[in-house]
């Protein structure tokens, strides 16, 4: 296991969920963290907690993925003590809608293909030449289920994360004869804020999702990643799918009420 005491981290949607669960377990690992997402407040109020729990050493990055320019300006831009990126946990995703493809609406292909795919390429393409440069390094893309299994209503959802699922593979083929390390973490049901972004706010809507289920939380998933980036540095763990005991596919889960 390698340590991750002063390591810099790149999370990206570290606002809420799984992002957020991921910045709590760096921070008790000693990690210097580069927090970012879009909603400032949420960030900072984070900051607060960790750097009072854990005496973290963070940096706070409004950011929009979609923007590349706003993405690189804010990498070109980090201070010398920060620039080095060890690890980015590219995070930052979202679902919107659960329409048939022929009703769907096209602002929310938009945010799905442009947060899910150029937002993770736009990340990849500023931070990884670095890691490159230096030689070491380690990226973790946010997959998922749905990029294994397409199910109905999903699909321009599905097609972001198999194409995640793609990038990861592509990328850990163009690093081959580096020691940069690349992993798809890649979860069944997560209990996040993802179900009322996915139904623009409905929230009971969102809550029948979980229904008699025990889903996976933002710590189960951070616990995963922490594993990954903490294997011997000869170790690559490509691909991990985790689910809740509840669930056996995209589609077929156990509801216990
Ligand atoms: P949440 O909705 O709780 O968190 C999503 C995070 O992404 C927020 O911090 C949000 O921050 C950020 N984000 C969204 N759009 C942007 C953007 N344009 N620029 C920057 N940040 C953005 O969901 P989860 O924690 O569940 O989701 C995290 C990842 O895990 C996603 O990639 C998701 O697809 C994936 N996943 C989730 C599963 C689940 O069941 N929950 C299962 C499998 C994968 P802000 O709004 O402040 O910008
Ligand atoms: C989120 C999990 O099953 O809603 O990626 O697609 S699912």
């Not at 659960?98 to 899910?116: A, Y």
């Not at 011997?232 to 991990?240: D, G, K």
Request: proline share 3%; with cysteine; hydrophobic share 40%.
């Amino acid at each position: 296991m390698i340590s991750l005491e002063n390591k810099i981290i790149l999370i990206t949607g570290a606002s809420s969920g799984i992002g957020t669960a991921c910045a709590r377990i760096f921070a008790g690992a000693g990690g210097k963290l580069i927090l970012a997402a879009r909603r400032l407040e949420r960030l900072q109020q984070l900051a607060d907690t960790l750097s009072k729990d854990f005496s973290t050493e963070i940096h706070l990055l409004q950011l929009d993925v979609r923007d590349r320019s706003a993405v690189a300006e804010a990498i070109s831009t980090l201070p010398p003590t920060w620039s080095e990126i060890d690890i980015l946990i590219n995070n930052a995703g979202l679902s919107r809608g659960l329409d048939k493809l022929h009703e769907g609406s096209f602002q929310d292909w938009e945010d799905m293909i442009d947060t899910n795919i150029k937002g993770l390429l736009h990340l990849c393409r500023y931070v990884v030449p670095g890691m490159v440069n230096r030689d070491r390094g380690h990226v973790v893309n946010l997959g998922s289920i749905a990029g294994h299994q397409t199910y109905p209503g999903g699909n321009v959802y599905c097609a972001t994360k198999a194409a995640v699922r793609a990038i990861s593979e592509g990328l850990k083929q163009d690093l081959l004869g580096t020691r940069v390390r690349v992993t798809s973490v890649d979860p069944g049901m997560v209990e996040t804020e993802f179900s009322q972004v996915r139904f623009h706010g409905d929230t009971e809507r969102a809550s029948k999702v979980y229904q008699g289920v025990t889903p996976l939380t933002g710590d189960d998933v951070a616990d995963v990643i922490f594993f990954c980036v903490t294997r011997s540095p000869h170790v690559n763990i490509n691909e991990v799918v985790l689910m809740p005991v509840d669930q056996a596919s995209a589609t077929l889960v156990n509801r216990r009420t």
